[in-house]
């Protein structure tokens, strides 16, 4: 009996160590935008786009099905180290935490107080399996 619990214990631990070995990152860029693209459960979304936080555009996290895309992070850095008040390079991550198919968008717009201008919308269509 504990012979086949031991074993039965470590078929789990192979399978969740197999599972977490064939998680990926994917990078996306902004030539990427309007694709579709075919993810597994436990990848990682890293996107990275030009921000000027300094005009008051920046990316937010728009329309995605959040039981399948789950926001990580948002990184911002210089797109030219040492250059101040220029235009940086953003990187938000996102994990695929579910199975489906959803629309995902990324808006860029200016802060609240100056909303009535147009912004971007970086789109991708993500297939989760």
């Known amino acids: 009996m504990h012979r086949t619990m031991a074993m039965v214990g470590l078929v ?15 990078k996306l860029v902004k030539e990427d935008r309007s694709k579709t693209i075919e993810v597994a459960v436990g990848d990682i979304l890293e996107i990275t786009l030009k921000e000027n936080a300094s005009t008051g ?24 180290p040492g250059l101040m008040g220029g235009a940086t390079k953003m990187t938000m991550t996102f994990e695929i935490i579910g199975t489906g198919k959803t629309e995902f968008r990324l808006i860029a717009r200016k802060h609240p107080k100056n909303s009535g201008e147009s912004g971007q919308t970086y789109r991708l269509t993500i297939i989760a399996k």
Do not use: C, H, N
């Open 57 to 80: 555009y920046v990316w937010k996290p728009g329309k995605m099905d959040k039981t399948i895309v789950k926001f990580k992070k948002k990184d911002t850095r210089p797109s030219k």
């Open 12 to 26: 789990v631990i192979s399978f969740a160590l197999a599972q977490a070995v064939e998680a990926k990152v994917i």
